[in-house]
């Protein structure tokens, strides 16, 4: 579980993105796309579910993508190469379906690009016509242009001032694409209000769209029920049913309202630590 190598991706005083390629052969050997692990910094610490951007079997590493956002986050952040984590947990949750739909969009934003990208890349060895919509603040905090323009048919960026590609948002060059072409799925991750919006845009073309929440966990083994999410109107566990559901029969204001349960004792916490 040793850190292999650390590259800073993006940093910037609101937004700091960090890619570890960490040593786990036994998970690098059986890790698929859409899966993930759970991190552990510290024998104190929480657990944190992470998406396993890339493996190489070779060399039995893995490589995890992570914002720093709260305690844990920063934590993992602070180790450099040749440190080791306290634990690491997979590989979890349900891979994507890769096989040859045809013509596919998949939309990020944010660190969820790191997450749409092993995707992507699958679905183009499996032969799909790959159309990427990349989304971020500003250029300074895009990630991974590079590799997914490489495994893409079609390649587009916004960014919300307009600093790099088109200003707006990925759902609006989603809808525009929509608009003129058919598609047989749409795979977005990224913010919650993001996949939300691209669940509502692709309900009205009727394309089958699929979703990787981030919703909390404390186990990822499906004991705890931290990760509930209401779809189709059953209760699902993130961790073990997804962590993919389809887009249009999840309760979006039920999940906003989930993650938002321990915002300000996350934020005390991390203060109190950091002091």
């Not at 634990?87 to 739909?101: D, F, M, Q, R």
């Not at 948002?169 to 799925?185: C, G, H, I, P, R």
């Not at 931290?226 to 779809?231: E, I, P, Q, T």
Request: glycine share 10%; charged share 25%; net charge neutral.
């Amino acid at each position: 579980m040793k850190i292999i190598l650390k590259e800073i991706l993006s940093n910037t005083p609101e937004n700091k993105v960090t890619r570890l390629d960490i040593l786990a052969p036994d998970i690098a050997q059986r890790a698929l796309p859409g899966q993930f692990v759970v991190v552990m910094v510290n024998e104190e610490g929480e657990r944190i579910p992470l998406t396993v951007v890339n493996t190489d079997k070779q060399k039995g590493t893995l490589s995890i993508i992570f914002q720093e956002v709260g305690l844990t986050t920063r934590l993992l952040g602070s180790l450099n190469s040749g440190d080791s984590l306290y634990a690491i947990v997979g590989p979890l949750g349900h891979p994507t379906e890769i096989k040859n739909y045809g013509k596919v969009i998949l939309v990020g934003g944010g660190v969820g690009i790191a997450e749409i990208y092993p995707v992507a890349r699958a679905f183009k060895e499996e032969g799909n016509q790959v159309t990427s919509i990349l989304g971020a603040r500003s250029k300074d905090i895009l990630i991974l242009e590079k590799e997914l323009k490489g495994v893409s048919d079609e390649f587009y960026v916004t960014t919300d001032d307009g600093s790099y590609g088109r200003k707006g948002f990925t759902t609006d060059v989603l809808a525009e694409l929509l608009k003129k072409d058919n598609y047989s799925l749409v795979y977005a991750v990224g913010p919650i209000p993001m996949m939300k919006r691209a669940a509502m845009v692709t309900r009205d073309f009727k394309v089958k769209t699929i979703v990787s929440l981030n919703a909390l966990m404390v186990d990822a083994t499906g004991m705890c029920g931290c990760c509930r999410v209401n779809v189709a109107g059953e209760t699902k566990f993130s961790c073990v049913d997804g962590p993919e559901f389809d887009a249009g029969l999840v309760d979006w204001e039920e999940l906003i309202k989930r993650n938002r349960l321990y915002l300000e004792q996350e934020k005390h916490i991390c203060r109190l630590r950091l002091q």
